[in-house]
């Protein structure tokens, strides 16, 4: 009984911090085709994993690569610390380079596999987000993106399938990003499903270099 309750206690510490992220890290504009931009960024998470465990906090690095396909359309892929890794599709319904407002819709996969002694579990998440960005200025964006996320869980014992679920998150990110091709992003994210009694929030802070500037 020891043994099984020490091995969930890391799993879930494992979780934390190799959790598909729930960053944003770009406003309602696309780049434009042919443009590239690039986001590094540092998150702090804090939440709970399971709906009757205690919050934890951990931190996560991660990197966000975005290419313009279409004028309207940009492809984006991201991979986080511990494995996470998401790839995605934004395509912009209102404004351009040069309007101060930005809408955009699109659409994402995330995944991650953790696992500690005999215990492993998968998760894929697919999530719809809308971005939209005011830009009162050309150095200065303020954004926020409401999003939906469906989560798929599969959990593993030495290899044979333990149980699986899903779960339906909801929350959203609101941000600032300052610059032009070179800036600075911070953001604060916020989600939570049935069963939390504490959101899951996420502070993330970045240097973003590329765009159509």
Known sequence: MRKI???????????????????TLQ??????????????????????????????TAPMLEFQGSYGITEKLDGFIKIGMLG??????????????????????GTSIGNVSVSAGNYETT???????????????????????????????DKFFNDVKSGSGTAGWYGGTGGIRVGRKFGFMVEYSSFTTNGLTKPYNQVSAGLTYGGNW
């Open 27 to 56: 406003t309602g504009r696309v780049l434009g085709e042919g443009n590239f931009a690039g986001t590094l960024a540092l998150s702090s998470i804090n939440g709970q994993i399971l709906s009757d465990s205690a919050s934890n």
């Open 84 to 105: 996470t890794s998401s790839i995605g599709a934004k395509y912009q319904l209102l404004g351009d380079d040069e309007s101060k407002g930005a809408l955009s819709f």
């Open 123 to 153: 998760i894929w998440d697919w999530t719809i987000p809308v971005y939209a960005s005011y830009h009162p200025t050309d150095w200065l964006a303020v954004y926020a993106s409401p999003k939906y996320v469906m989560r798929f869980t």
């Open 5 to 23: 309750l020490l091995s969930s206690i890391i799993l879930s510490a494992t979780l934390m911090t190799g959790c598909v992220s729930f960053s």
